[in-house]
């Protein structure tokens, strides 16, 4: 976080200077590394500008970018805040999403269109709350009450927290004596006003503390850098008395609902996505209990079997659940609704303490040791978030029941009934649970489910030339590509909330490679021949490619290991459209780059060499993260989930077959299994976490798709078809998950869909293969 007062626009970005580097350098020690001093963002570039408040004060824009960085801009008062956020918005915008309306997105709840989850970051984000800001850091509910219990049923509505009180309240007893406190504050407060007191005390509250602040964030991510020396600034430069640090999920939750008066914490949504957290990675002392026990990890339940990313997981389906989705809405009455303040506030037992509240601006206070006490007091206390909703909220409908497909309106009634019927029926397959200790998680909806009825073939194309790959759009469309093609893109809208936003295409071409020449070549129109496009160096002869739509960034990989990372812009003033503005080589490996895999949502580039390396790149500073070890061969296949990041690599195992392995994002090694027949080819399918168990999907040698769980790898369904055995080299889910691409050694492209979904339509495929850029 910088403080910046030098901002100016140009032609086709942004620019922001620091203007006090000591400030920032002091401001540093709490909230991490800062960004650079100086820098830019094209117009394209921008997707979401929102108002933020800065230390009590209203004078910052959040700024959200198309490649997932967001940037926080605290400026010296409102008014030149205001001045700024006029300017990006009066500017030409063209991924700028429409984000105001709330209404719009609590309907898509409602209906079942987008997570708890995603509404949850998204009321989030509407209130003010920030990653960026310690503060003013988002809040997500306690769910669970259940963390002692070796096994748990999702569907049992009594291993869930009350959600219609709040967390310090789950007992009566707690109940009675904040009502208590809150009316001696109340005579107290009366009696000032009546005393005439030139300083009365205070409006009465219930809690004299938060449910979030930065002490709160700082307790949950005590263990993982850069929040640890956060943490330490915090405390005077030492940890927490050992029996008060995060070391324990239960004893986390009786203190907030049962035992304590002081702490009423709700979590934050890494609970729900990051088990990083939960881990002592880098090995801090952080001191020994009075029961002799070393805090060191934190300890979780016995149902999570000790394993922080099965808790995440199951925490994450448990947040997802019937029970929850019915409840929510209750507890965001009380947080960012009509229970937030005034008399239903009272009633519910809800009222804090008033200088908590959104809105308190302390550069109105005059006197600067009122002003400084103040400050100190909010910092420690915390901020309720900004009031959405005066009315009660809506509460969700129970599980949705859909049919599939676009059945004609003027159908019967009774017809319609009657499918719904089949419908109902079809739903009631009795499949394992993906863990058998935990009852009620959901499979999902994707092709190949075990929830779901059996995958048949919907359909076949030869077309006599082998694809290299097979690409899911966002726009629904398949397209596949010969082995020395890439598709580039451009969008003319990025993808906001899911269902909310159409994604148009605003231009495309082929690139191509492998000429004798060493031209990268482009084709964007199929009348025209291709044009060349890039001279690469003769030293760089190129062997793989990969496209970025948002940030327009080009990566290719050579023979002798080098990548080479092109930074484009788009222009209608250039033959190609497409204009190379500056390039940077990555180094890594000694052997030729056999393929390059891009995971946009996690911002990380994969590629893999017949060196034997496999290497993660970030997207946004072109710099080398880590390698993947442990390969035993080089790898042959490669994929990462859009939904957890989670990589596949394949390679040749040393007795025959592959080796599957499976890592987190971070590089952990989650799992591997062998399979006894070669892996050509892997995919993930891409349902949102929480609402489905997400697998991997791998092309065999033997013309069989094979499904393992992302959660364990244990195989989940064969996929089987009879009329062919060739190598399935490429597959894909499509962007909503009804239909599973593949493409085998021959060319031939086949699409499978669930038995039930016959009726929908199908994607359109697109086949570009080596004949389209001759001539």
């Known amino acids: 976080m910088l403080l910046f007062v030098v901002f100016f626009t140009g032609k086709s970005g942004m620019y922001f200077v620091e203007d006090n580097a000591a400030d920032a350098h002091d401001n540093q020690s709490l909230h991490g590394e800062t960004?650079?001093?100086?820098?830019?963002?094209?117009?394209?570039?921008?997707?979401?500008?929102?108002?933020?408040?800065?230390?009590?004060?209203?004078?910052?824009?959040?700024?959200?970018?198309?490649?997932?960085?967001?940037?926080?801009?605290?400026?010296?008062?409102?008014?030149?805040?205001?001045?700024?956020?006029?300017?990006?918005?009066?500017?030409?915008?063209?991924?700028?999403?429409?984000?105001?309306?709330?209404?719009?997105?609590?309907?898509?709840?409602?209906?079942?269109?987008?997570?708890?989850?995603?509404?949850?970051?998204?009321?989030?984000?509407?209130?003010?709350?920030?990653?960026?800001?310690?503060?003013?850091?988002?809040?997500?509910?306690?769910?669970?009450?259940?963390?002692t219990s070796e096994t748990l049923d999702l569907q049992d509505p009594s291993i869930y927290r009350n959600l219609s009180k709040p967390i310090a309240v789950q007992s009566k007893e707690k109940e009675d004596r904040y009502v208590d406190n809150y009316r001696y504050l109340e005579e107290e407060y009366k009696k000032g006003i009546r005393e005439d007191d030139p300083m009365p005390p205070v409006q009465p509250y219930h809690y004299g503390s938060h449910y979030s602040n930065s002490g709160t964030v700082l307790h949950f991510l005590v263990r993982m850098p850069p929040f640890t020396k956060m943490f330490l600034a915090y405390q005077d430069q030492s940890f927490d008395i050992p029996d008060r640090t995060f070391h324990s999920m239960n004893t986390t939750w009786r203190l907030s609902s049962y035992e304590s008066m002081t702490d009423v914490k709700e979590l934050?949504?890494?609970?729900?996505?990051?088990?990083?957290?939960?881990?002592?990675?880098?090995?801090?002392?952080?001191?020994?209990?009075?029961?002799?026990?070393?805090?060191?990890?934190?300890?979780?339940?016995?149902?999570?079997?000790?394993?922080?990313?099965?808790?995440?997981?199951?925490?994450?389906?448990?947040?997802?659940?019937?029970?929850?989705?019915?409840?929510?809405?209750?507890?965001?009455?009380?947080?960012?609704?009509?229970?937030?303040?005034?008399?239903?506030?009272?009633?519910?037992?809800?009222?804090?303490?008033?200088?908590?509240?959104?809105?308190?601006?302390?550069?109105?206070?005059?006197?600067?040791?009122?002003?400084?006490?103040?400050?100190?007091?909010?910092?420690?206390?915390?901020?309720?978030?900004?009031?959405?909703?005066?009315?009660?909220?809506?509460?969700?409908?129970?599980?949705?029941?859909?049919?599939?497909?676009?059945?004609?309106?003027?159908?019967?009634?009774?017809?319609?009934?009657?499918?719904?019927?089949?419908?109902?029926?079809?739903?009631?397959?009795?499949?394992?649970?993906?863990?058998?200790?935990?009852?009620?998680?959901?499979?999902?909806?994707?092709?190949?489910?075990?929830?779901?009825?059996?995958?048949?073939?919907?359909?076949?194309?030869?077309?006599?030339?082998?694809?290299?790959?097979?690409?899911?759009?966002?726009?629904?469309?398949?397209?596949?590509?010969?082995?020395?093609?890439?598709?580039?893109?451009?969008?003319?809208?990025?993808?906001?909330?899911?269902?909310?936003?159409?994604?148009?295409?605003?231009?495309?071409?082929?690139l191509s490679w492998g000429y004798a020449d060493n031209i990268l070549r482009l084709k964007s129109k199929q009348s025209e021949p291709p044009i060349n496009f890039i001279q690469c160096s003769q030293l760089h002869q190129v062997t793989s490619c990969a496209w970025v739509p948002d940030s327009c960034q080009l990566f290719t990989g050579s023979k002798c290991g080098v990548i080479t990372a092109y930074s484009n812009r788009f222009t209608s003033t250039t033959p190609s459209e497409m204009e190379v503005e500056s390039q940077v080589h990555l180094y890594g490996h000694t052997g030729e780059v056999t393929s390059l895999f891009v995971c946009k949502p996690y911002s990380i580039l994969i590629s893999v060499s017949q060196d034997g390396t496999c290497i993660l790149w970030d997207l946004n500073r072109l710099c080398y993260v880590q390698s993947l070890t442990g390969h035993k061969s080089p790898v042959t296949a490669v994929s990462a989930s859009e939904t957890t990041g989670d990589i596949a690599t394949v390679c040749d195992s040393v007795g025959g077959g592959s080796d599957l392995r499976l890592w987190t994002v971070n590089g952990d090694l989650i799992g591997h299994v062998h399979c006894r027949e070669i892996i050509c080819s892997v995919a993930f399918s891409n349902q949102p976490e929480g609402v489905s168990v997400n697998v991997i999907a791998g092309g065999l040698e033997n013309g069989v798709v094979r499904l393992w769980s992302t959660w364990d790898l244990k195989p989940v369904r064969e996929i089987t078809f009879s009329k062919s055995s060739k190598p399935i080299i490429s597959l894909t889910y499509s962007c909503d998950g009804h239909h599973l691409y593949t493409a085998n050694s021959e060319g031939t492209v086949m699409a499978w869909c669930r038995r039930d979904q016959q009726r929908m339509k199908l994607p359109m495929f697109y086949s570009f293969l080596s004949s389209y850029a001759a001539g």
């Not at 001093?37 to 700024?63: C, G, M």
């Not at 009321?123 to 509910?141: C, E, I, T």
């Not at 005034?342 to 005059?366: C, L």
């Not at 998680?441 to 059996?454: F, I, M, N, R, T």
Request: glycine share 6%.
């Open 268 to 510: 934050i949504p890494e609970f729900f996505y990051l088990p990083e957290f939960l881990v002592n990675r880098e090995g801090f002392d952080f001191g020994v209990r009075q029961n002799g026990e070393r805090v060191n990890h934190v300890n979780l339940p016995p149902w999570a079997r000790n394993d922080p990313r099965l808790f995440i997981l199951i925490h994450r389906q448990a947040l997802e659940s019937d029970q929850v989705s019915q409840t929510l809405c209750q507890w965001i009455d009380l947080v960012f609704g009509l229970k937030q303040k005034g008399k239903a506030a009272v009633q519910a037992i809800n009222v804090f303490h008033p200088a908590t509240y959104f809105g308190m601006d302390v550069s109105s206070v005059e006197d600067p040791v009122q002003r400084r006490a103040l400050e100190t007091m909010i910092k420690t206390y915390g901020q309720t978030p900004r009031q959405l909703f005066n009315a009660s909220h809506i509460s969700r409908a129970g599980p949705k029941l859909t049919i599939d497909g676009e059945l004609p309106a003027a159908m019967g009634l009774l017809v319609q009934l009657a499918f719904r019927e089949t419908r109902e029926q079809t739903k009631e397959i009795v499949c394992p649970s993906p863990l058998p200790w935990i009852k009620g998680l959901k499979w999902g909806e994707y092709v190949g489910s075990p929830s779901a009825p059996d995958p048949v073939v919907c359909f076949s194309q030869p077309h006599g030339e082998r694809f290299g790959s097979l690409l899911a759009l966002p726009t629904r469309a398949i397209c596949g590509l010969s082995r020395k093609f890439c598709l580039m893109m451009i969008y003319s809208k990025e993808q906001g909330v899911r269902s909310m936003h159409s994604t148009d295409i605003q231009w495309s071409a082929i």
């Open 35 to 147: 960004e650079a001093p100086s820098f830019s963002w094209t117009y394209e570039e921008i997707k979401e500008v929102h108002k933020r408040w800065w230390q009590l004060r209203d004078n910052a824009v959040e700024i959200f970018l198309t490649n997932g960085r967001t940037l926080l801009l605290a400026f010296d008062n409102t008014k030149f805040r205001d001045d700024v956020y006029h300017n990006i918005l009066t500017s030409d915008l063209p991924n700028l999403l429409e984000h105001g309306n709330i209404t719009a997105l609590t309907q898509l709840w409602g209906s079942s269109q987008i997570t708890n989850f995603e509404y949850l970051t998204h009321l989030n984000k509407h209130a003010g709350r920030s990653f960026n800001d310690l503060m003013q850091y988002p809040v997500f509910p306690f769910i669970l009450r259940d963390y």
